[in-house]
DNA sequence: AGCCGACACTGGACATTGTCCAAGTCGCAT
DNA sequence: ATGCGACTTGGACAATGTCCAGTGTCGGCT
């Protein structure tokens, strides 16, 4: 446990947003100056091969990091602003994939993304 | 209707696979050498503006585009080598998201993706 | 037929995101 | 103190995507 890898670990835990790895990058700058971009990016790297943390893919242009990784859980992604919120849908999607569908594949995980309009945007 | 747009439209109707932007414009440089880049680009913009094509975000590196804009369907990737299938799950994830977990959202569509093994990986 | 204007296309520069690598630095065990 | 190994750094590079100015093409109007 490096400084390094602290810094980026607390940029994750401050809030629980999703942040771009440039993100994680300029807030840990913030705390220690000297820090690298490719620092960032092993120590994210590291941290999501550790299960601590999970690379989600609702944007299309950057990864970004969820530290919520214990608990299972679903994105919610304004269309227009992007704000992203954690759901719990009720319901296991896993179990809605019958067998015939699942060309032998050995289904692992599903990731669900649900978007719409933030009530920010529904009223502009 | 012109002559690069036809390509980029006989280019995706080919076969129904999931190609990147890039795999889209070399194939439509087989058909008319001459297309730029900007000009796939444009075309796939537009052709997405039109719910004729659908942007995929499977992959974390590059969009993916998927010509089967029609019918409701969602994806199961193989989470080694990458290869993707269009699946029909049963049930629709949209009523298992409870209005308590909607935050105000209005929310419009859901997508949902399965990664797994495909059978090839799961031998190797 | 010839001109004009609108629109699409081209090619390349640029931006963003991410990866890689060689060299330097730091801490720890000996 | 010294040496080893792991970590970090900074920058080069790669992949993907966007933007823009210049050029070409096509249809309509005179």
């Known amino acids: 446990m490096t400084a390094q890898r602290r810094v980026v670990a607390e940029v994750l835990d ?5 942040l771009t790895a440039d993100e994680v ?7 220690l100056p000297e820090i690298s971009r490719a620092t960032v990016y092993n ?3 590291e941290l999501v091969s550790l299960g601590e943390v999970l690379e989600v893919a609702t ?3 950057a990864k ?10 679903h994105h919610l ?36 993304t649900y978007r719409g309009l933030c009530p920010d945007c529904t009223a502009a």
């Open 77 to 112: 992604v304004c269309a227009q602003c992007g704000a992203i919120k954690d759901v719990h849908p009720t319901g296991n999607p896993l179990s809605d994939l019958p067998t015939s569908e699942r060309f032998g594949y050995t289904v692992s995980d599903v990731e669900v």
């Open 25 to 31: 990058h300029a807030r840990a700058v913030a705390k």
């Open 14 to 18: 401050g809030d629980h947003v999703h």
């Open 43 to 45: 120590t994210l790297g």
């Open 59 to 61: 944007d299309k242009r």
């Open 64 to 73: 970004r990091y969820d530290p919520n990784a214990h608990r299972p859980h």
